[in-house]
């Protein structure tokens, strides 16, 4: 059993093997006009291909299924920066992540950055999280009214929880399948704004299927015993199937335990009433190779990393509609607050899909997707000799920058151009045509949309001695950057830093902080990490430009650990 919860045993209604499925609404609006609820489920590392009507038939996902009936589904959804922090911050700040600079796991959001919480509550709306954060150090400061942010999220069995806003306390302890207790959370939120005079907006964080991929619940596991019962994608690597099955086993027996929390979303939707004026959105934050090509996992821009679900139900979204535009993490915040309604903020790097889901005019059909994979903090500790050389080596997860596009996925890294794949007549992206000759044309013009897709998301928010390399150069310097520990990590990387001073941050964090990032001087009588960032602060100004230093001043102000009384 996946474990008992402390506020319902919906367990006794899930059937033999655990997947219930509840009814959701046949038609469109219902003639009220109470602005509807949202409520926004996404899961970790879920990728599109691992759903029972998308190729994988095999796997039980049947509340994910019925959500693409009795609703729309995007097809081509694409994690602009398939990995957890970048993602997460775009989709909560509607911001490229090289605006934020939070472009590596490392990264996260900054006090005083507007997100869906600030947005939607500003709106009216009742506000609420719950899962996992993954997005920095200021969940309190991200605009909920109610949020329940979620520790070691990887250990699915052994994890804890703060209720930041309300009297649940800190570091409560949770000893069953965490996404359980999660969902509890997510229906007393439910439960407790279901009669109220305002909407609610509701996003719930499930940490599976990312790993630890082999501590699924045996009852999902059991459901998939061997490769007969859950076969491979076509282009797994067949020497990699052995030591790849227990996580391949597990990563799905953790979707269709996902898919029963969903399944009771639903069921208290249907109980409260709700159920006809709830708009739910089902999504991830990036897919997972599993042993495709003989990869593993995120940070990749084959498809099975970068395209993940987007399924979407509630009034006002015609049943059984597949939309194939390409739709990306950056459009995802603009589209939300247009469903409920809300006036799309200035600040929202991307565009609105919300007529593609109702399908109605003004629908957004653009010719690629900007991907990228810019850094990865956990590469230097590999790395045996000097930086520059290690990232252009690096063959795990390479870095890169790339466009999936309507026929063509394209992608230069760290060596030049290094793919192309005709997803057209090459779904499976097995004939990289890079070297083509017949296909010399498809690639100039691929190469001519990415470089229109980085004069957006990246070079707005470069120094200009960035701006004047040349695109593997700058992929390398960028990889080399943001593969270092580097000091007030929120506000530097937003200060078009120069190749130079990025060098000396390293020194700079070592003065004031220890190997585990703790503050060196200890019992001064001040607040250790206050006297910390503002000597951190300083330091940093002495290389800095009077812009550069004005603008960390600013971010200072904000601060939660800055202000008084």
């Known amino acids: 059993m996946i474990g008992n919860s402390s506020r319902r045993s919906f367990l006794k209604t899930a059937g033999a093997v655990g997947v219930a499925v509840y009814a959701l609404p046949r038609h469109g609006f219902a003639g009220e006009k109470k602005r509807p609820n949202i409520i926004y489920l996404f899961s970790d590392e879920h990728r599109y291909q691992s759903m029972s009507f998308t190729g994988m038939p095999a796997l039980k996902t049947p509340n994910m299924e019925k959500m693409a009936q009795r609703g729309t589904s995007f097809e081509f959804a694409i994690s602009n920066n398939p990995v957890c922090v970048p993602h997460r911050c775009m989709l ?101 704004n279901a009669g109220g005079d305002r909407p609610f907006f509701l996003m719930v964080a499930w940490n599976p299927p990312h790993a630890v991929f082999q501590d ?42 996902i898919d029963e929390q969903i399944g009771r979303i ?134 890169f920058r790339g466009v999936r596009g309507k026929r063509y996925t394209y992608t230069v890294g760290t060596g030049g151009e290094w793919e192309l794949w005709d997803n057209l007549n090459d779904p499976l992206q097995q004939k990289n045509l890079i070297n083509d000759p017949v296909h010399a044309d498809a690639k100039r013009f691929m190469h001519a949309e990415l470089e229109r897709w980085l004069a957006k998301a990246e070079l707005p928010f470069l120094s200009a001695a960035h701006c004047r390399m040349s695109l593997e150069d700058r992929i390398a310097q960028q990889a080399v950057e943001g593969a270092q520990r580097i000091p007030l990590h929120h506000i530097a990387m937003r200060l078009k830093l120069t190749p130079e001073q990025f060098a000396a941050l390293p020194g700079i964090q070592n003065q004031f902080y220890d190997d585990k990032g703790f503050p060196r001087e200890r019992g001064s009588g001040r607040n250790d990490w206050e006297l910390a960032m503002i000597s951190t602060a300083d330091e940093m100004k002495k290389i800095m430009t009077p812009e550069q ?9 904000r601060e939660p650990l800055m202000k008084k009384g």
Request: one cysteine or more; hydrophobic letters at 30%; glycine letters at 10%.
């Open 266 to 399: 639903f069921q208290t939707l249907e109980k409260t009433g709700q159920l006809e004026n709830t708009i739910v959105v089902y999504s991830a934050d990036h897919g997972s190779m599993m042993n495709s090509h003989g990869k593993g996992n995120k940070r990749h821009p084959e498809d099975e990393s970068c395209r993940v679900p987007f399924l979407v139900t509630g009034p006002g979204i015609p049943k059984g509609q597949v939309r194939r535009e390409l739709f990306g993490t950056i459009d995802i915040f603009p589209t939300l607050c247009s469903l409920a309604g809300i006036k799309r903020p200035a600040f929202c790097d991307g565009q609105d899909f919300s007529a593609n889901i109702q399908n109605r005019p003004g629908i957004c059909d653009p010719d690629s997707q900007v991907l990228m994979h810019v850094a990865c903090l956990k590469a230097t500790k590999k790395a045996k000799g000097p930086l520059p050389e290690f990232v252009r080596e690096y063959t795990d997860a390479p870095f």
């Open 216 to 257: 699924a619940p045996d009852e999902q596991k059991r459901l998939y015993p061997d490769s007969s019962a859950l076969p491979w994608r076509k282009n797994a690597d067949e020497n990699g199937k052995d030591k790849w099955w227990k996580d391949y086993q597990g990563y799905h027996a953790h979707i269709t335990a």
């Open 92 to 192: 909560l700040s509607g911001q490229w992540a090289h605006r934020t600079g939070a472009v590596e796991n490392d990264g996260g959001l900054a006090p005083g950055d507007r997100t869906l919480g600030h947005v939607f509550h500003e709106a009216g709306y009742v506000t609420g999280y719950t899962g996992k954060w993954h997005a920095g150090g200021y969940a309190a400061q991200a605009g909920f009214d109610r949020h329940m942010l979620w520790n070691n999220t990887n250990s699915h069995w052994d994890s804890s929880w703060d209720d930041l806003h309300g009297a649940g306390g800190r570091k409560n302890p949770c000893k069953i399948y965490q996404p359980v207790k999660m969902t509890d959370q997510a229906l007393d939120f439910i439960d407790a």
């Open 549 to 557: 230093c004005s603008l960390i001043d600013q971010m200072l102000l």
